[in-house]
Every structure is written in structure tokens, then in C-alpha cells.
């Protein structure tokens, strides 16, 4: 049944979910085109925020909404919005871990073949009339049985890359702040940062965007990556200091790198890194599913409404705020 909380919706829902929503509560819908002033005071008195409003989401934009209780998120990456400031203020903040793991997975894989068969060197040659005309065809590519994939993040996603890697013959090592093996984690050998960058054939990057995760990988770590290997990026563009990853894919001090995200989104026409040859860039699909993102909004979704039940919703950022 409607009752008079206030929700102000910042993400295109699908028809039902809008539906469900609206049944709920007084829903506003955010303007692609609001100004700063305008989504301000549109936020002024609703208790719950669903998406992603155009703004910083930081105490300021907190203050700006004295009445919210949950702003919940459509993405597993959180790095956008000060979440202390939002746990000063009693603010539950959720995300959508899990639903998207294999979709994430299967990109970072489907990246190895990307640059082991050379598909978009191939697809180009066909496609722009070089193998009719004759032309040389791109060199052959490489197998990956036996290459060593290392990945940065050993959480839900660095190990559902691992299992597939694993099945299809790659061996797998792994770095994270913590050194365990986590329980029900693929069996694979911890190795120390710089280790890991010194023996890998492909780095792929799966961790968090904390502050403390800023430029992991500068030139410092690209230079300790074998010229042969390749780093890969499906997490955060941040997490790599993209100029000097530029400076290393052009000077050859790595082989390339396959990147779904980039310190600027989206980016700028001729952005230096979308050039190289030995760069393979996407526009941020790693969860880019119709059914990924359907099963985020989703869970979105359910986040929201758990909150402004009194409920503990699926899945807090901060439970702290129940405490
Ligand atoms: C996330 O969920 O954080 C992803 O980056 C969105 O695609």
C-alpha cells in the first residue's frame, strides 16, 4: 500500500520495477538536465534515493537531505559517495554485490581471448577487405594453457575469474590485502604484489576503488610486469595511473592492455590510451547485461524498500547504522 515516504528516483527502471515502486511510495523522477540547485532541492524531503543522482554524493549532498535513510545504488562500486559522512547521518548506503559477479568474470575472460586470438586484429582484416584483397593476415595468436594470470582481488569476482581461468588450463595467483586463502575460494597460490606482477603473463585487476587503492599500478608495478604480459582492467579505472600505463604501452615496457574503465568516463575523443593499437577499450560493460543489469535494479530495488520498512536490507555497505 502507498504510503507518504518520498522517493526520489536517479536510474531508468524497467516498467515493473517503476510500477512496484510507484505502488510504494511518492516517487519524483530525476531530470537528466537538473541543475546542481534543482536535484538539491528535489532531494530536500524524500527519505529514500534509488540510482545515481548527478552530483557528488558527499556531505554536502548529505545535508541537503536531513529526512533520507537510504540511498541505495545500482552498482557494486561504491567509490563515489563518502559513505562515512552518510553513516555520520544515520544513512544506510547499499549496492548490488553478487548479481553481476559472472558477468564481470566472463568479460575479464572473454578479454585473454580478445588479445591470445588477436578477434578484433582478425575481425578488422576481414571486415576492411585485407583478406580479400591478399593482404597479410594478422600474426597468429597465442594459447593460454599453461600461462599465469594474476589477479589483484581475491573477493567474489577475482575468484569466479580464477575457476574459469583454471578450467581452461591457465594457472592462477592471487593478492589482496589479505592473505589467506578465503573459504570456498579456488585453490590458487597468495603472492606478494610485486611478485605477482613479476611472474604473471596477465594481471587483471579486481579489487575496490578504497583511497588507499589509487594508482596500485603505476610505473613503479609496470615496470616489474614481464614485456610480454598484458594488464587488464574490468574493476576501476583509478586503480591504474593512466598516463604512465600509456607511457609503458607505447615505450613497450608491457605487451598491452585490455580496459573496460578509465580514470575519466566517459572518454574524451582521442583520450591517448583509446589510440594505441596494444590497448583494447571498452565503455564500461562488464555488467552490461540485459539480465545483469536487470537483476541489479532489482536488487536495488529490494534494498530500498527493506530500508524504508524498517527492514535490514540485502545488501548494506554500512550495516554499522543498525547498531
Ligand atoms: C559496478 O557495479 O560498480 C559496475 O562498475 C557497474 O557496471
Redesign the pocket.
Known amino acids: 500500500m502507498k504510503n507518504n515516504q518520498k522517493v526520489h528516483l536517479a536510474l531508468q527502471l524497467e516498467t515493473d520495477l517503476k510500477e512496484k515502486l510507484n505502488a510504494l511510495f511518492q516517487v519524483t523522477e530525476e531530470n537528466p538536465d537538473a541543475s546542481k540547485s534543482e536535484i538539491l532541492s528535489a532531494i530536500a524531503d524524500v527519505e529514500g534515493i534509488l540510482g545515481f543522482p548527478n552530483l557528488s554524493m558527499d556531505a554536502d549532498f548529505f545535508d541537503a537531505a536531513p529526512n533520507l535513510r537510504v540511498l541505495s545504488l545500482a552498482?557494486?562500486?561504491y567509490d563515489f559517495v563518502d559513505v562515512d559522512a552518510a553513516t555520520k547521518r544515520g544513512i544506510v548506503i547499499c549496492n548490488?554485490p553478487g548479481v553481476?559477479t559472472n558477468a564481470v568474470a566472463n568479460l575479464t575472460i572473454s578479454m585473454i581471448f580478445i588479445i591470445t586470438r588477436k578477434l578484433i586484429e582478425n575481425e578488422t582484416f576481414v571486415r576492411t577487405g585485407g583478406w580479400a584483397r591478399g593482404k597479410p593476415a594478422p600474426a597468429l595468436g597465442t594459447d593460454i594453457e599453461g600461462k599465469v594470470l594474476g589477479l589483484i582481488g581475491f573477493g567474489r569476482i577475482g575468484q569466479e575469474v580464477a575457476r574459469r581461468a583454471q578450467a581452461l588450463g591457465m594457472k592462477t595467483l592471487w593478492y589482496d590485502v589479505f592473505d589467506t586463502l578465503p573459504d570456498g575460494a579456488p585453490n590458487s597460490d597468495y603472492r606478494k604484489l610485486d611478485n605477482l606482477l613479476e611472474e604473471s603473463d596477465f594481471v587483471s585487476l579486481h579489487t575496490n576503488l578504497s583511497p588507499s587503492a589509487r594508482h596500485l599500478i603505476g610505473e613503479v608495478q609496470l615496470d616489474k610486469m614481464k614485456e610480454t604480459a598484458y594488464l587488464i582492467n574490468t574493476a576501476r579505472g583509478p586503480l591504474v595511473d593512466q598516463s604512465s600505463l600509456t607511457k609503458a604501452l607505447k615505450s613497450g615496457t608491457i605487451a598491452g592492455a585490455a580496459l573496460d574503465v578509465f580514470e575519466s568516463e566517459p572518454t574524451a575523443e582521442n583520450e591517448p590510451i583509446t589510440q594505441l593499437t596494444n590497448a583494447y577499450c571498452f565503455a564500461?560493460i562488464?555488467?552490461?547485461t540485459e539480465e545483469t543489469r536487470r537483476a541489479?535494479r532489482e536488487l536495488a530495488l529490494q534494498n530500498l524498500i527493506a530500508v524504508l520498512s524498517g527492514n535490514h536490507p540485502p545488501a548494506p555497505v554500512n550495516p554499522e547504522v543498525f547498531k
Do not use: E
Request: aromatic letters at 0%; zero cysteines; glycine letters at 20%.
Open positions: 552498482s557494486v562500486g548490488t553481476l564500461h562488464a555488467s552490461g541489479m
